[in-house]
């Protein structure tokens, strides 16, 4: 049994290769090969991880910050020990994100098929490898120019070390917007209240909006014989993403990819994630790991891509999506009608509801084709929909049925 000094520097030298071998991979961009190589690494780091945090555990204790000359040496000797093990921990799951990531974008780009069955990535395997072909989607997710500079040794650092001063600007400004703790908005109130049933005092605890009409909202359900207190605010804060390995690899590619444009890049494909997908979309994909299943509160990342626009406010970006987010809940039950309708075209039907923009400049905005767009918009105003989710109809008016006998037909399909 190896100990497990020599376990770390197994963990190191496996990190070196995989950084050095996956370069070959990037050269001829085969999405095959690239997921059954990806796959392959993913299966020994997890191995390499569970034996690896089993000995080291989640914490170490740091370095004490003493007086040079009343240090104790064996005790230095103990610490510095440790933190080389919570390192290679740390660089060891840092890698295995990267690789997650990558697994992700090749997934949500390309469709794989055996003969003419769909297949998953989890089916590619060695033996049926040669025969899988790949195919393009009509619509992209993520940005797969970012692979080649994801740390899948988990070396961020030395990676980054690599690059020039604006590469390493930008990664700092990446990383901070990404770490950045999105304004605080107050979404519903939490109530007790006290009521009366079958003689007998009960006691409940219920959320409502904080646009609510609390009294009249507690006399439906509990009468009149009530009485109530708030509790608390709940409120929306955090991070975007609460996952540090996610944030310094996509800081790290991006920051690469582009130096100038990195950041805004980042929004525009985070931005588009959250449009083009359904949250049960979002829960099997793992684009960007740890990333919130709906954005609820205003994250300035998410203005850069729209800061150019002539009629631009703060907070467009986080709007839209917040936006969006609701309206995935009013639609809850009611897809039957659109079911034709595929979950990207209707990010970008949502999109022309509820902005100023035209079909055009969604099309351009979200990466879809606009003909499709249009075709989706023509479906969506025949099934009605549209009056109950916009307080607006103006921009669906030019989709309606022209002819008199058409729109007849159509009132009586809508009811």
Known sequence: MTTTEELVAQVN??????????????????????????KSNLSLLGELEEELERRVGDTAPSVRFV?????????????????????????????????????????????????????GLDEIRKENAGKVRAEKRPFRLGRLEVLPHLAYSGDVLRLLAREGVNVRETFKFIKGKLRERGTVRTRSLRIEVEYFENNRLRKARLD???NADIEMELRKRFGRRFRWRVLSFVKTRGVLINNHYTVDNLALAYAILDPKRGAEKLGLDIFRYYFLTSPSDREMLGLYPGIKACVDCHYSILDLPFRHEENFRTGTGSMFLIRKCELERELVGRKKDISSIPNYLLGG???????????????????????????????????????????????????????????????????
Not at 16 to 34: A, N, S
Not at 350 to 379: F, N, P, Q, T, V
Request: aromatic share 10%; charged share 35%.
């Open 349 to 415: 039907v949502m999109l022309y509801g509820m902005s100023d923009y035209d079909e055009e400049r969604i099309a351009e905005i979200l990466g879809i084709d606009g003909e499709e767009l249009r075709e989706a918009i023509r479906k969506f105003v025949i099934s009605g929909l549209h009056r109950v989710l916009f307080p607006s109809t103006d921009k669906f008016e030019k989709f309606m049925p022209k002819s008199e006998r058409a729109k007849r037909f159509l009132d009586l399909l809508q009811g």
């Open 67 to 119: 007086d040079k000359k009343s240090r104790d040496p064996h005790l230095q000797w103990i610490y510095r020990k440790k933190h080389n093990r919570t390192l290679a921990l740390e660089r060891l799951r840092s890698a295995i994100t990267a690789h997650k990531i990558a697994l992700a974008h090749i997934s949500a780009d390309y469709s794989f098929f055996l003969g003419k069955k769909g297949i």
């Open 13 to 38: 030298k496996i990190l070196d290769d995989i950084g050095i071998d996956l370069g070959r991979h990037f050269e001829r961009f085969d999405p095959v090969e690239l997921a059954l190589t990806l």
């Open 208 to 210: 409502l909006p904080t």
